[in-house]
Each structure stands twice: as C-alpha cells, then as structure tokens.
C-alpha cells in the first residue's frame, strides 16, 4: 500500500512540508515539478530547504509558495547543553535568512498551542523564555536600546479555553501592537515516529493552528494579518494510522519468503487493510494521536532551543543567553 494512498483515506495530514516532498519523490522516482530542494550537512544536524516556486509545486504538495527550511537533529533529545548550544545556533542564522531587520524592526511572537497540554506546550513554552524588550523601549538609556529590538509575546490559548479563535485574538493585537513580524511557535503532527522531537521546520508561509490534529482554524499568513508571517514548529505526535501501517509494513516485510502472504500486501487489497486499521482505531479512527512518554522532557529541550535561537537572530548584540 502506497502511504500516500493511506494517508488521503484516514484524512491524514503530516505539517512537515519535507516529508510531503519525500513522500511524492519516493513513490513516483522523480523530481517534483515546482519544488527545488537544497540540503546541507552541518556535524550531525542535517538541513533541508523546501522551496515552493510556483502553482504546480502548491498544489503537489498543498502548501503555498514559500521557503520551508527543516532542521534534523536527534541530538535534541539529548541532555547535552553544548549540542543544543549549537543547535540553536544553526536555527538562528536561518531563521535570520527569512527576518529581513533593521534596527526599529517590531516583532510579535505568538506561542500557539495549550499550555495544559504537554504535546501542545511548545508555544507557550518558548514564549517563556523569550527576551521580551518592547515595554523597556520606555524605560532604558538609548545606548542599551541599541542593541535590542521591540519584541512582544503572547500565549493565546486555544479555542477551548479561551472561547476565541486564535486568529482574532493574533488579529486584533497585530491591529494595536502593528509588529511588522508575526513569529508562530506551535507543535506539529509528524508522518513518521522517527520525526517526534527531532525535527525543526521553518516556514515564510505562515501557519494554520491544528492542522496536522485535525482542527482546521483560520490561518495567520500576510494575507489574514497584514505582515510578514513566519512559522517554526516540532513534531510531537503522530498520527496512530501511520503507527498501524508501519505494523503492517514490517510485518509482511518479514513474510517475503512466504508468497502467499505477501501476495496479500498488494495495491488491489490496499482498501481491506485500510477497513482493518479502521476498524483497529475505531472508535477514534483517524483523530488517534500518539506522542511519547517523555514528551514533556523533549518540549522542554525544543523550547529552550527555540527560545535561545530567536534571542540571538533578533538581539545579535547581545550574546549572554542561558
């Protein structure tokens, strides 16, 4: 079964626009028209640049045009201060490439996601260890406001909490704090478990609250705010389906010396199996979402990664971080 096929039939959606690419590229054994791909090897951090140029790449890989730069560290999951030092580092210098700054440049750093949900704790995470400036431009001599920009953060919340859609409340600030940012930390829904807290991405296209869950909300792009958006996100789910078909794929893996079994696993039985993971998931079926145990030890290395990369892109003056 083609994981493509499965992937539309359970209504599966993966927020990494790297794994898009790979899945296309893999299965049809060609470039995919529209969409260039750049990757570098920095120790033992890989980065890949996905860039969407035109409508074909949009509509192959349903995301807008845009740069979408993914950063593979399973160091991450360390408890290495210096490897995520460095980590860090690498995130600032490309999440430099996406901020064009100068020295009034105002941000707005969102931290999406439920601050009581560990899985969905990213954003509100990072938000707490940001350096917040924007209210000492009041305050501080001249000199040190040199070396800072106007920063802001918020964590919203989420619609069940608050009983207001993220977009409104990221609206009507925008409206009064007229950042010429928006920065959007939120957590992620990965297509492979391998992806689960080790991976990065940043986005030039904005962000849609929940997709990857399920929850389609409005979306904050330069269309809905009327500024430059840009998105950084980790995967802390997983989707179960992918979990079942991945069974399934070792399984008859195993079976390749029994032809019968094998024969079993073919594109013209896709269908049964996929009735069979229903089943398996049922009554949940395509909205199971499965993160691990040390989820919160993982968000809490991503945030203080996250956290200390934007402090550095934004305030390069300024190097004493913990």
């Known amino acids: 079964m083609r994981k493509s096929s499965l992937f539309k039939k359970m209504n599966i959606y993966v927020d990494l626009a790297v794994e898009a690419h790979e899945l296309l590229r893999g299965e049809t ?15 033992p951090t890989s980065v ?22 993914t950063i593979d560290a399973p160091h991450i999951k360390d408890n290495n201060p210096q490897q995520h030092k460095e980590l860090a580092e690498i995130l600032a210098r490309h999440l430099a490439k996406l901020l064009k700054l100068n020295e009034d440049t105002s941000i707005l750093i969102v931290g999406l996601g439920n601050w009581q949900a560990t899985p969905d704790a990213l954003g509100p995470k990072v938000v707490e260890k940001v350096l917040v400036t924007r209210h000492l431009f009041h305050y501080t001599p001249e000199d040190v406001r040199g070396k800072m920009r106007k920063v802001s953060a918020i964590s919203p919340g989420v619609l069940g909490l608050t009983g207001i859609e993220t977009a409104e409340v990221i609206h009507g600030l925008v409206q009064h704090v007229k950042p010429d940012y928006v920065i959007a930390i939120d957590s992620l829904a990965a297509g492979d478990l391998s992806r689960i807290g080790t991976t ?70 896709e269908q049964v199996l996929i009735n069979i993971m229903k089943k398996a998931l049922s009554p949940f079926q395509d909205s199971l979402m499965v993160t691990p145990k040390e989820v919160d030890e993982l968000i809490d290395n991503s945030s203080r990664i996250i956290a200390k990369a934007l402090n ?11």
């Open 48 to 69: 890949t640049t996905i860039t969407i140029i035109n409508k074909k790449g949009e509509k192959v890989l349903g995301r807008p045009k845009g740069n979408y730069i």
């Open 312 to 322: 550095l892109s934004i305030h390069p003056e300024i190097t004493d971080y913990n």
């Open 200 to 269: 990065i991405q940043l986005a030039d296209t904005g962000i849609n609250p929940g997709s990857g869950i399920g929850n389609h909300r409005k979306g904050l792009t330069e269309e809905t705010l009327g500024c430059k958006v840009i998105a950084i996100g980790v995967p802390t789910v997983v989707n179960a389906a992918v979990i079942a078909h991945r069974t399934v794929e070792e399984l008859f893996s195993q079976m390749e010396s029994e032809p019968s079994l094998a024969q079993i696993y073919t594109e013209e039985n």
């Open 29 to 43: 054994g060609r470039e995919v028209s529209g969409v260039v791909m750049q990757k570098e090897e920095i120790g």
